[in-house]
């Protein structure tokens, strides 16, 4: 028997058809990707629904892998190299840790379980309920959302706690955003499989799914570190208002100036302005219309 790098077939979570870097090893073929100019791979695991990371290798036998419970392993692996991709064409980041890092994804993690998260190693994405959500891995959203913390955390280094924490989850919606560019909702693929037209959350207006869009409805609550997922709804109608003004390709070199040069872990949403501000002033200049615009965007959010 012998090692090969090959390309296999697979059928995604919402049941679409995608090319798969694969890896073929003694008779059985792993996703396993060799292909990115990484250090390491990309490589997608199952924990057939117990809750111990990181399992086994997602394989098959003959490089389709087209099972129903296969789905999940599917996305996680795709979705993991357009991430990749999108940080290594766009700022010419070599994975999370700009050091060509092996990026492994968990997906069947636990029974039943909605939710996706970076637990500091590696992504673990749960099936959902089939109710509140279908396998997270089906969605750019998520996986974006995800591989995005990892980059926080090697940068940044934002507190997952209060506004610091509710900037970190902030800045993974916006780069979920910069990634797909499709519409400003998180989560729309995935999130209430049997209810159409409806989202996790919405960037362009935080309200319509219970998140405050400024500063004066700020939530003060214990709950969930802070409320990081209720107020991440201020930084991310600020990002919103910044591509309106400025287009995504300067929103996105500002966001990323910003996470790698001046946030740090303790920064709250008045330094996340500051900071947006000493880049656009870096890249484009003081008083330029991409400067103005990203002071006017979180002016209107009511952070100065
Ligand atoms: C250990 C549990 C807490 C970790 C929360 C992770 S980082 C998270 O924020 N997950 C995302 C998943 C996601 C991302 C984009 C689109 C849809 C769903 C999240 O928003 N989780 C929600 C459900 C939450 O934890 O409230
Ligand atoms: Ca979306
Ligand atoms: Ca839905
Ligand atoms: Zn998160």
């Given at each position: 028997s012998y090692n090969a790098v090959t390309e296999g077939t697979g059928v995604g979570v919402l049941g679409d058809t995608k090319k798969l870097n694969t890896y073929y090893s003694s008779g059985t073929y792993y996703l396993y990707d060799t292909t990115k100019a990484m250090t390491g791979v990309i490589e997608t695991r199952t924990a057939k629904n117990l809750s111990s990371l990181p399992g086994s290798y997602s394989v098959d036998p003959d490089d389709n892998f087209n099972a129903t419970n296969q789905r999940a392993d599917v996305d996680a692996h795709y979705y993991a190299g357009v991430v990749y991709d999108y940080y290594k064409n766009t700022f010419n980041r070599n994975s999370f840790d700009n050091k060509g890092a092996t990026i492994t994804s968990t997906v069947h993690y636990g029974r039943n379980y909605n939710n996706a998260f970076w637990n500091g190693s590696q992504m673990v994405y749960g099936d959902g309920d089939g109710t509140t959500f279908t396998s997270l891995s089906g969605s750019l959203d998520v996986v974006g959302h995800e591989i995005t913390h990892a980059v926080t955390e090697r940068t940044a280094g934002l507190e997952y706690q209060g506004q610091s924490g509710a900037l970190n989850e902030s800045i993974?919606?916006?780069?979920?955003?910069?990634?797909?560019?499709?519409?400003?909702?998180?989560?729309?693929?995935?999130?209430?499989?049997?209810?159409?037209?409806?989202?996790?959350?919405?960037?362009?207006?935080?309200?319509?799914?219970?998140?405050?869009?400024?500063?004066?409805?700020?939530?003060?609550?214990?709950?969930?570190?802070?409320?990081?997922?209720?107020?991440?709804?201020?930084?991310?109608?600020?990002?919103?208002?910044?591509?309106?003004?400025?287009?995504?390709?300067?929103?996105?070199?500002?966001?990323?100036?910003?996470?790698?040069?001046?946030?740090?872990?303790?920064?709250?949403?008045?330094?996340?302005r500051a900071a947006m501000l000493a880049s656009a002033a870096d890249l484009y200049g003081t008083g330029s219309t991409q400067y103005n615009g990203v002071a006017s965007a979180w002016t209107k959010v009511g952070v100065n």
């Amino acid at each position: 028997s012998y090692n090969a790098v090959t390309e296999g077939t697979g059928v995604g979570v919402l049941g679409d058809t995608k090319k798969l870097n694969t890896y073929y090893s003694s008779g059985t073929y792993y996703l396993y990707d060799t292909t990115k100019a990484m250090t390491g791979v990309i490589e997608t695991r199952t924990a057939k629904n117990l809750s111990s990371l990181p399992g086994s290798y997602s394989v098959d036998p003959d490089d389709n892998f087209n099972a129903t419970n296969q789905r999940a392993d599917v996305d996680a692996h795709y979705y993991a190299g357009v991430v990749y991709d999108y940080y290594k064409n766009t700022f010419n980041r070599n994975s999370f840790d700009n050091k060509g890092a092996t990026i492994t994804s968990t997906v069947h993690y636990g029974r039943n379980y909605n939710n996706a998260f970076w637990n500091g190693s590696q992504m673990v994405y749960g099936d959902g309920d089939g109710t509140t959500f279908t396998s997270l891995s089906g969605s750019l959203d998520v996986v974006g959302h995800e591989i995005t913390h990892a980059v926080t955390e090697r940068t940044a280094g934002l507190e997952y706690q209060g506004q610091s924490g509710a900037l970190n989850e902030s800045i993974s919606d916006t780069f979920a955003m910069f990634m797909d560019q499709k519409n400003f909702l998180i989560g729309e693929d995935v999130y209430t499989p049997k209810i159409a037209g409806d989202a996790l959350r919405s960037l362009s207006n935080p309200t319509q799914y219970g998140q405050p869009e400024n500063m004066s409805g700020y939530v003060n609550t214990t709950s969930d570190n802070g409320g990081v997922h209720t107020n991440s709804g201020i930084p991310n109608k600020a990002a919103y208002n910044t591509i309106q003004s400025i287009g995504y390709d300067a929103a996105q070199k500002i966001y990323y100036r910003a996470l790698t040069v001046y946030l740090s872990p303790k920064s709250n949403f008045s330094a996340a302005r500051a900071a947006m501000l000493a880049s656009a002033a870096d890249l484009y200049g003081t008083g330029s219309t991409q400067y103005n615009g990203v002071a006017s965007a979180w002016t209107k959010v009511g952070v100065n």
